[in-house]
């Protein structure tokens, strides 16, 4: 009966929703960049005036030491259960732009092998705009439809990509407006569209950054070269020192608080359907690599990682420049698993780096944001719920899984809040987040719109 009536309004407001997302995507809401400091709050202002258009009361846009939270809530009764719903409206910066095959902030439709309904291409349209919306809608039709059965809190933030350094004082500030009994946020992926699943863990991340230098000044690497410490080749020599030839991380104490999982843990997520050659493809890459004795799954899911993300120094432009340079620089990022410590491992990560330096340089090593690894109980009534809740919308039941990617606001939501979170995601691990070409399927979005008040309706059963 109430299935009926949401899909049946679902299907008559089909293109507003998806118009509607689409005018959300043109704001180009760069968290990382300065610049964009308007757009983000412009996107600010549409989330606020679309909440209310929902139907949720006390919209506010909540001002924080950065970019602000745009709160909104709809209390039917204090003596229900409180859904808080947790998104952003900020995006990764789009570059290199000249890899996309459409601007990133003009969204377009374009079928693909995987969305054959056709996807959204642009920047943030799946990582979060597209999924965040989706609680919009589906708010938006409990409301019309009569059928919100709980009191529901939408806390939607704007610094997620930079590691939302203001949202953690925000919530210790705002603990009573904020109280609930579960969180429920759309950050994360299904394994396929007819793979349904769901995110029971999120790993941590320590990001570092690491200047090492040489002699005073850049140098002719003719006059000088053999004879002084290029700080290019040094510090690619302490980088490929940190995996052994098992591509395990040789830093000190590094696996120390490491959460091994017992044999039947493994097996149970070894259920989880995965396809080597089809990872392969979508990558074009001839082997997989990684730490010895640990699957695909495993590997992304519950082993902690050591990855170079940037490393620059010396010249770079176009033809040949000889010289030494005086520095090198890169930034490394550590993903994290239960019980590793953020602040412990960057520590940890400092210490050996200064320590296998040769004399002929100097390091400098620096820690970025970092966020703790989370787990969700699969047993509690919040899994539960959306457990059956993707049941019934995709006919089987979910796969619990763990996700490689860390949203690390999540841990604090626990620590501070006392909340577990749900993470209920609909996108899927290729639809490109944070790279060129971002989609999001229209089938994983109309999707999501639908299943969400099932949640509701079974969260609060
Ligand atoms: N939504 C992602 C995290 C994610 C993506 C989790 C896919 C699981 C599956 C989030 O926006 C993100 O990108 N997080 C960053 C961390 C942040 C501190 C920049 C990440 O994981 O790199
Ligand atoms: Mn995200
Ligand atoms: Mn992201």
Redesign the pocket.
């Given at each position: 009966m109430e299935r009926n009536q949401i899909q049946t309004y679902l299907n008559s407001n089909k293109d507003r929703f998806l118009n509607e997302l689409l005018d959300l995507l043109k704001i180009p809401s760069i968290s990382a960049k300065p610049e964009h400091k308007p757009d983000m709050q412009k996107t600010a202002e549409a989330v606020k005036q679309r909440l209310t258009e929902a139907g949720a009361d006390n919209v506010e846009i909540c001002q924080t030491k950065g970019y602000p939270v745009v709160y909104g809530e709809k209390i039917i009764d204090p003596a229900k259960p409180t859904v808080v719903v947790y998104?952003?409206y900020d995006v990764q910066p789009a570059e290199p732009l000249d890899l996309w095959d459409s601007p990133p902030f003009e969204p377009v439709i374009k079928k693909t092998d995987i969305h054959p309904e056709g996807a959204i291409f642009a920047r943030g349209s799946c990582?979060?705009k597209g999924?965040m919306y989706m609680h919009v809608k589906a708010f938006e039709t409990m409301m019309k439809t009569n059928t919100l059965p709980c009191n529901v809190k939408f806390m939607i933030e704007g610094e997620?990509?930079v590691g939302s350094p203001s949202l953690g004082p925000w919530i210790i500030e705002n603990k009573e407006k904020l109280k609930g009994d579960i969180i429920l946020i759309s950050?994360?992926s299904i394994i396929a569209n007819d793979i349904p699943s769901i995110d029971a863990g999120l790993r941590g991340l320590a990001y570092m950054e690491v200047e090492v230098t040489g002699p005073n000044r850049d140098l002719h690497s003719g006059v000088y070269g053999g004879a002084v410490a290029n700080p290019i080749n040094i510090l690619c020599k302490m980088i490929a020192s940190c995996h052994d030839e098992n591509n395990h991380i040789t830093i000190p104490a590094f696996y120390d608080k490491v959460q091994e999982l017992s044999t039947e843990e493994r097996a149970e997520m070894a259920k989880a359907p995965f396809n080597l050659d089809d990872f392969k493809k979508d990558l074009n890459i001839a082997e997989e690599r990684g730490e010895k004795g640990y699957s695909t799954n495993e590997r992304t899911g519950i082993r902690p990682t050591l990855d170079v993300n940037g490393i620059w120094g010396g010249y770079t432009g176009e033809g040949a420049k000889t010289v030494l340079p005086s520095k090198a620089f890169a930034k490394i990022s550590m993903r994290l698993v239960p019980h590793q410590d953020s602040h412990e491992i960057s520590e940890l990560f400092k210490k050996h780096f200064e320590s296998i330096a040769p004399k002929s340089v100097t390091v400098k090593v620096t820690a970025h944001h970092g966020g703790e690894p989370v787990v969700v109980p699969t047993t509690s009534k919040g899994f539960l719920a959306a457990s059956k809740a993707m049941e019934e919308t995709y006919g089987k039941k979910p796969v619990p899984t763990r996700s490689g990617?860390s949203?690390p606001i999540v841990a604090l939501f626990k620590k501070e809040l006392g909340m577990d979170s749900i993470l209920f995601g609909f996108g899927l691990d290729s639809d490109a987040?944070h790279s060129p070409n971002e989609h999001y399927g229209i089938f994983n979005y109309y999707k999501g719109i639908e299943t969400i008040p099932l949640f509701y309706k079974y969260f609060t059963a």
């Open positions: 998104g952003h990582d979060d999924q997620e990509e950050d994360t990617g949203i987040l």
